[in-house]
């Protein structure tokens, strides 16, 4: 069993720790005024598995606690983008060259071959084991809905957000070609399916002579049924993929009521810098919200045999916040075709966007694009904040400042769920063996 570095007082209902370093983003009433890196020096009184206050550093000395020594305190992570349907698949289903187009061939042969409700269960189960060990309290995960695979893992997702309730509060977004919503009889079953367990609609979206007419019509759908819509949008590094501002002006023109979430948009950072700033000025007008994903971006684009990559792969991040866009980093895929690496922890995550995006030089506000800007981008701003009355759901650290939390994985780190510290042992790999051998 691993907890951690923290030890935290045994039996005691009210406990402080203290000396914590908060980043205050994090904090609705701060203590002090932050500092040049937009730290916050507090105490934390956790009574009953509540955060009771926050206090100025050294201030709480009337119970029992731990001292943190200047180690920072974060709420619990939200992942708002991940795969976990499609996740760990890779030891029997590799992409055989780390392209794009490689990773839809690998995904979709494993699908068809693999994909039955046992195979999804295991697999989703196993990636959120990993990410509650990491802190992630919050998690939305897209899932493969082309016909006949929507009939398959959606159910496995109610029985898993189910299975999953109190530790990870569970999102599902469906993902399919757009296309697929020219043919009214799928696109009526689609959504009534996505209806019926709570989740959100989602497409792929890609130029073509038909794209209004399928956005429009998906957003009918989506606003009559209720739903709340999330699209993977101009994951190329095409600038001629225009997809994001078709979405802006199918929000505007069918004045669509709910929240609506582009992920990926790379193209937009390889676009004239005129045509650019219109599309993110639409963008801004129809409130569309952003989610990077910077590992999986940096893996996949402008990968060629023999050739250095020239760019990073990641939209505008800094430009699309400028304009007050809401925008957020998340995971993306594990161990599968499109990423072959990752383990569902956002300080991972946030720590490669740092460094890949230059969310630096301060830090400052980015802080919020691993827990409070997600957590508001998808309705849940339950969640992501540290403040009195709310859980003591909260991740512990040793280092005290920006450089140290970044530098290392921070592997002895103390993830508390309603005050207490959780059994932070990963999944061993070992417990997918049998499930990693190809069916004949």
């Known amino acids: 069993m691993s907890k951690g570095f923290a030890v935290l007082p045994a039996d005691a209902p009210r406990y402080v720790l203290a000396n914590a370093t908060v980043p205050g983003v994090f904090l609705d009433d701060l203590p002090r005024p932050p500092d040049s890196d937009g730290l916050v020096p507090a105490d934390i009184v956790v009574s009953d598995g509540v955060v009771e206050r926050v206090a100025p550093a050294g201030s709480e000395t009337a119970f029992p606690g731990i001292d943190l020594d200047g180690g920072m305190v974060w709420p619990t992570f939200v992942d708002m983008h991940t795969h976990i349907d499609k996740g760990h698949i890779w030891p029997r289903k590799p992409n055989p060259d780390g392209t794009f187009d490689g990773a839809l061939e ?46 398959i893992s959606w159910p496995v997702f109610a029985e898993m957000r189910e299975r999953w309730a109190g530790r990870i509060d569970l999102q599902a977004v469906s993902i399919l070609p757009i296309d697929l919503f020219l043919d009214e009889s799928f696109a009526d079953e689609i959504t009534g399916v996505v209806a019926e367990h709570g989740g959100v609609l989602g497409a792929v979206t890609f130029m073509m002579p038909d794209l209004d007419i399928a956005l429009d019509g998906m957003m009918r759908r989506a606003a009559e049924a209720g739903l709340d819509l999330d699209f993977h949008v101009d994951e190329t590094g095409d600038p001629s993929a225009r997809s994001l501002r078709a979405i802006a002006d199918a929000a ?23 045509e650019a700033d219109a599309t993110m000025e639409r963008v801004a007008e129809a409130g569309i919200a952003v989610v990077s994903l910077p590992m999986c971006n940096m893996y996949l684009q402008g990968r060629v045999a023999g050739r250095t990559p020239r760019w990073r792969g990641v939209t505008l991040l800094h ?3 400028a304009r007050d866009v809401s925008v957020a980093v998340a995971s993306d895929n594990t161990r599968d075709p499109f990423y072959a690496y990752g383990d569902l922890d956002m300080l991972e995550t946030f720590r490669e966007a740092v460094r890949i995006i230059q969310l630096d030089h301060p830090i400052g506000a980015w802080a919020r694009l691993a827990s409070r800007a997600p957590a508001g981008i998808i309705g849940r701003d339950d969640h992501g904040a540290i403040a009195a009355g709310r859980a003591a759901d909260l991740v512990l650290f040793r280092a005290r400042t920006w450089t140290e939390l970044l530098a290392r994985p921070q592997a002895d780190r103390t993830v508390l769920r309603a005050g207490s510290a959780i059994d932070r042992t990963l999944p061993d790999y070992r417990e997918l063996d049998d499930l990693m051998r190809p069916s004949a």
């Open 106 to 151: 690998a995904v979709a042969a494993d699908r068809e071959a693999e994909w039955t409700a046992r195979d999804v269960a295991r697999r989703m189960d196993f990636s959120l084991r990993a990410a509650y060990a990491h802190g992630t309290s919050l998690l939305r995960t897209h899932l493969d809905s082309s016909p006949p695979q929507h009939l």
């Open 252 to 274: 505007i023109r069918n004045r669509f009521p709910g929240r609506i979430v582009a992920g990926h948009c790379c193209s937009l950072a390889v676009q004239p810098a005129e």
């Open 319 to 321: 430009e699309l916040m």
